[in-house]
């Protein structure tokens, strides 16, 4: 399978690049915060124990975001891989991760992340803010609570990957079908 980590911060663009590699290479796209919001709806325990912690504006706890991707993963077998956006956040989610996808003999092939200043995070988050409704989009102290826990919690998961030899960075900052060519060249490299 195909499976691939994008990876970056908090508006960097991994859903609008996700939302691509999906229809282009028949992915599965998981992305926790959906997962959250998938499960909020549907008032399920999950749902609503990870919502109190993204009102916050701090991660939700590993054990309730492993248990929200391993049913996801089930869902992937018609696709030719997965696409996981915005997960594992947490080097103790990579190293869960890695063994869910062990027990199906489907690695993660490749982490691509997306590499973007923190102004032009800050400004693509607020503009995001004034359409998606999201409380968290459009408060600059949670935009920079939200930035600081990923450099403080999540970056280190790509020394994790680059370990393993599956770490590309890519420049998030450009027209969209330009940085798009570019993640297919990599994940045509490792399908190839």
Known sequence: ???????????????????????????????TGDLFRKHKKENTELGKL?????????????????????????????????IFDGFPRTVA????????????????????????????????ILERGKTSGRVDDQDEAKIQTRIQEYEDKTL?????????????SVNGVGEIDAIFDTLVELIETVSA
């Open 50 to 82: 990870a919502q109190k912690y993204m009102d916050d504006g701090v991660l939700v706890p590993d054990e309730v975001t492993i248990q929200m991707v391993d049913e996801e993963i089930e869902n992937a077998k018609d696709k030719t891989g997965i």
């Open 1 to 31: 399978m195909l499976n691939i980590i994008l990876f970056g911060p908090p508006g960097a663009g991994k859903g609008t690049q996700s939302e691509k590699l999906v229809n282009h290479f028949n992915l599965l796209h998981i992305s």
């Open 156 to 168: 280190p998961v790509a020394n994790h990957y680059e370990k393993q030899g599956k770490f590309e």
């Open 93 to 124: 989610q990579a190293e869960a991760l890695d063994q869910l996808l062990a027990k199906r003999d489907a690695p993660i092939r490749k982490m691509l992340a997306l590499e973007v200043s923190h102004e032009v995070l800050k400004q693509r």
